[in-house]
Nanobody, 124 residues
Framework: QVQLVESGGGLVQAGGSLRLSCAAS????????MGWFRQALGKEREFVAA????????GYADSVKGRFTISRDNAKNTLYLQMNSLKPEDTAVYYC?????????????????WGQGTQVTVSS
């Protein structure tokens, strides 16, 4: 399975931006749909964004549409999440995830590989 290592989380003021990266290893990355999920304290892990194996299709949670952009570079085995216009309600641990399928899902159970999680904190 794909091994995932995240970076880019941190503390940012409301209205600011962060770019999360997820470096993947394993030969299946280029054929794996990838996603980003987040989990706030006391809340269930929720879908944020996902992308098909070749970047041909993306999906976003309504709460982040127009603000976040998911992308991937298969040559670099890297997944990205550009987060703009951040809000305090975006505060959560963010996880990247991969599944052994060309096409993405929107449920955590759809994904078999997970990063360690990186904290994003947006101050008001």
């Amino acid at each position: 399975q794909v091994q995932l290592v995240e970076s880019g989380g941190g503390l940012v003021q409301a209205g600011g931006s962060l770019r999360l990266s997820c470096a993947a290893s394993g030969r299946t990355f280029s054929s794996s749909a990838m996603g980003w999920f987040r989990q706030a304290l006391g809340k269930e892990r929720e879908f944020v964004a996902a992308i098909t194996w070749n970047g041909g299709s993306t999906g976003y949670a309504d709460s982040v549409k127009g603000r976040f952009t998911i992308s991937r570079d298969n040559a670099k085995n890297t997944l990205y999440l550009q987060m703009n216009s951040l809000k305090p309600e975006d505060t959560a641990v963010y996880y990247c995830a991969g599944r052994n399928n060309y096409y993405f899902g929107r449920q955590p159970a759809n994904y078999g590989s997970w990063g360690q999680g990186t904290q994003v904190t947006v101050s008001s």
